[in-house]
């Protein structure tokens, strides 16, 4: 049977757009699990196979922003299945490459239908959904953007021991292609391309080359020194541009992103709150198997389940944290997530090789429960006062900012641990402690002006 009418439509268009972002967000760090296998398979250098990586995070940061511009100018339900098609159709032609070139267009499009699906959950939550259960839909929202790429690495690891990296991408194929199917199906077309679209496309490149460029610069911080024009040129090239796109935006009649959100105090405070929070949590995904493995001497299982209470955090505290937002307001559920973000973020900072793994696991448990009640409730609030347009384009450019600013905090990470001249425990204690700043400086953000 067809689903029609409000609130069914509306609830059966907003699951397969969290499915569809699971998905996407599933694929970009599965593969890191698999990076390995591919390379052996191809016969290609790691450097090589780790463009796979960084292409899908600058598509992912280019296409972003033009969201807005297709939510304008298309339907939800085209646009959301067109997405969601996209994404299967790169599915296939990374299960059934034959070599780099093909599984290297194949993740570009999954890439590209992941940027368009984020900004779109986020405006169908705020949009589509009435007050007092707004930060639930966001909430609910939350678990595409913080369980699904948790659990990647530990899916695509045990599906390429299992049965080869290829089921990985089988399964994607298999699980899109049937929310594409209960999308064209059983949801009806409903006429909501609200407001006219026009695209600057100067603005296009130079988002492309701004959020792009950074989001390359830092991940390649990983891999080479800071010094090496890899790392620096992109992100000059990317601040360069992301000013002369603000400028730009400003001054044009139609712009692709309306700066005018700024205008706005709960927008600018909520936004900066989120890209600290970014740039705090991120990161830790990275450097929490460092530790184990490297300074610890542990093995990847044991980095696993250090990680795993993040990511039963972000599956069951997401939603809930938006439930007690629209029942109890922002205000109180911000704040005690925020005060277990701090106190897990700095009590990691003075981990050593003797610290139990145990305690670890709590610490990062602790802190995973802040993050994962701070998401939801951060974005529904600081779009909660924008309307129209301006909903999907403060969506957009602050989805975009924050994988910037995530690339940003990661990079500062690896930095510490293996570009500083710093060794053995004091690299990590200066790791930690860079997640533990931009965790504070979330707690200010929240305690000075989330209400």
Same mark, same amino acid.
């Given at each position: 049977?067809?689903?029609?009418?409000?609130?069914?439509?509306?609830?059966?268009?907003?699951?397969?757009?969290?499915?569809?972002?699971?998905?996407?967000?599933?694929?970009?760090?599965?593969?890191?699990?698999?990076?390995?296998?591919?390379?052996?398979?191809?016969?290609?250098?790691?450097?090589?196979?780790?463009?796979?990586?960084?292409?899908?995070?600058?598509?992912?940061?280019?296409?972003?922003?033009?969201?807005?511009?297709?939510?304008?100018?298309?339907?939800?339900?085209?646009?959301?299945?067109?997405?969601?098609?996209?994404?299967?159709?790169?599915?296939?032609?990374?299960?059934?490459?034959?070599?780099?070139?093909?599984?290297?267009?194949?993740?570009?499009?999954?890439?590209?239908?992941?940027?368009?699906?984020?900004?779109?959950?986020?405006?169908?939550?705020?949009?589509?959904?009435?007050?007092?259960?707004?930060?639930?839909?966001?909430?609910?929202?939350?678990?595409?953007?913080?369980?699904?790429?948790?659990?990647?690495?530990?899916?695509?690891?045990?599906?390429?021991?299992?049965?080869?990296?290829?089921? %990985?991408?089988?399964?994607?194929? $298999? /699980?899109? =292609?049937?929310? #594409?199917?209960?999308? !064209?199906?059983?949801?009806? *077309?409903? +006429?909501?391309?609200?407001?006219?679209?026009?695209?600057?496309?100067?603005?296009?490149?130079?988002?492309?080359?701004?959020?792009?460029?950074?989001?390359?610069?830092?991940?390649?911080?990983?891999?080479?020194?800071?010094?090496?024009? %890899?790392?620096?040129?992109?992100? $000059? /090239?990317? =601040?360069?541009? #992301?000013?002369?796109? !603000?400028?730009?935006?400003? *001054?044009? +009649?139609?712009?692709?992103?309306?700066?005018?959100?700024?205008?706005?105090?709960?927008?600018?405070?909520?936004?900066?709150?989120?890209?600290?929070?970014?740039?705090?949590?991120?990161?830790?995904?990275?450097?929490?198997?460092?530790?184990?493995?490297?300074?610890?001497?542990?093995?990847?299982?044991?980095?696993?389940?250090?990680?795993?209470?993040?990511?039963?955090?972000?599956?069951?505290?997401?939603?809930?944290?938006?439930?007690?937002?629209?029942?109890?307001?922002?205000?109180?559920?911000?704040?005690?997530?925020?005060?277990?973000?701090?106190?897990?973020?700095?009590?990691?900072?003075?981990?050593?090789?003797?610290?139990?793994?145990?305690?670890?696991?709590?610490?990062?448990?602790?802190?995973?429960?802040?993050?994962?009640?701070?998401?939801?409730?951060?974005?529904?609030?600081?779009?909660?006062?924008?309307?129209?347009?301006?909903?999907?384009?403060?969506?957009?450019?602050?989805?975009?900012?924050?994988?910037?600013?995530?690339?940003?905090?990661?990079?500062?990470?690896?930095?510490?641990?293996?570009?500083?001249?710093?060794?053995?425990?004091?690299?990590?204690?200066?790791?930690?402690?860079?997640?533990?700043?931009?965790?504070?400086?979330?707690?200010?953000?929240?305690?000075?002006?989330?209400?």
């Amino acid at each position: 049977m067809r689903i029609e009418g409000g609130k069914r439509w509306v609830y059966a268009l907003f699951a397969v757009v969290v499915l569809g972002s699971a998905l996407g967000n599933l694929s970009q760090t599965g593969l890191n699990a698999m990076l390995v296998a591919i390379c052996d398979e191809f016969g290609i250098e790691t450097a090589q196979g780790q463009l796979l990586t960084t292409a899908y995070m600058f598509v992912l940061g280019a296409v972003v922003p033009l969201s807005a511009y297709f939510m304008g100018r298309f339907r939800l339900k085209d646009l959301s299945a067109g997405s969601v098609a996209l994404f299967l159709a790169g599915s296939l032609v990374c299960a059934c490459a034959g070599g780099f070139v093909s599984l290297f267009v194949g993740r570009l499009m999954q890439a590209a239908s992941a940027g368009m699906l984020l900004p779109v959950l986020q405006t169908i939550a705020m949009t589509r959904f009435p007050d007092g259960r707004k930060a639930t839909a966001m909430g609910i929202a939350g678990v595409a953007m913080g369980f699904a790429p948790n659990i990647g690495p530990t899916i695509g690891g045990a599906m390429v021991d299992a049965s080869g990296w290829r089921s %990985f991408f089988v399964l994607l194929s $298999a /699980l899109s =292609a049937a929310v #594409l199917l209960f999308c !064209v199906i059983c949801i009806e *077309r409903h +006429d909501d391309a609200s407001y006219p679209a026009h695209l600057d496309f100067l603005s296009f490149v130079l988002s492309a080359v701004a959020f792009g460029g950074v989001l390359v610069g830092c991940s390649e911080a990983s891999s080479v020194p800071v010094t090496h024009p %890899f790392v620096w040129a992109p992100i $000059a /090239l990317g =601040a360069i541009s #992301l000013a002369w796109f !603000v400028v730009r935006q400003r *001054r044009i +009649d139609d712009p692709l992103i309306d700066m005018g959100i700024f205008s706005d105090d709960t927008f600018r405070f909520g936004f900066a709150a989120q890209c600290f929070l970014c740039a705090s949590f991120m990161g830790i995904t990275l450097l929490v198997p460092l530790y184990v493995e490297s300074l610890r001497g542990g093995t990847p299982l044991q980095a696993g389940m250090v990680l795993l209470p993040a990511t039963i955090a972000a599956l069951i505290v997401n939603p809930v944290a938006g439930v007690l937002t629209d029942k109890i307001g922002v205000r109180p559920v911000a704040l005690t997530s925020g005060v277990l973000l701090v106190a897990g973020s700095i009590a990691m900072a003075f981990i050593d090789e003797s610290t139990p793994l145990w305690l670890v696991c709590a610490m990062q448990g602790v802190r995973a429960l802040g993050v994962s009640g701070l998401i939801g409730p951060l974005s529904s609030w600081s779009l909660t006062r924008l309307s129209g347009k301006r909903i999907a384009d403060g969506s957009a450019f602050s989805i975009a900012v924050r994988q910037t600013c995530a690339s940003v905090g990661t990079a500062l990470m690896v930095f510490c641990v293996e570009g500083a001249a710093l060794a053995g425990a004091m690299a990590f204690h200066a790791a930690f402690a860079v997640s533990a700043v931009f965790a504070v400086a979330t707690f200010v953000c929240i305690a000075a002006r989330v209400r």
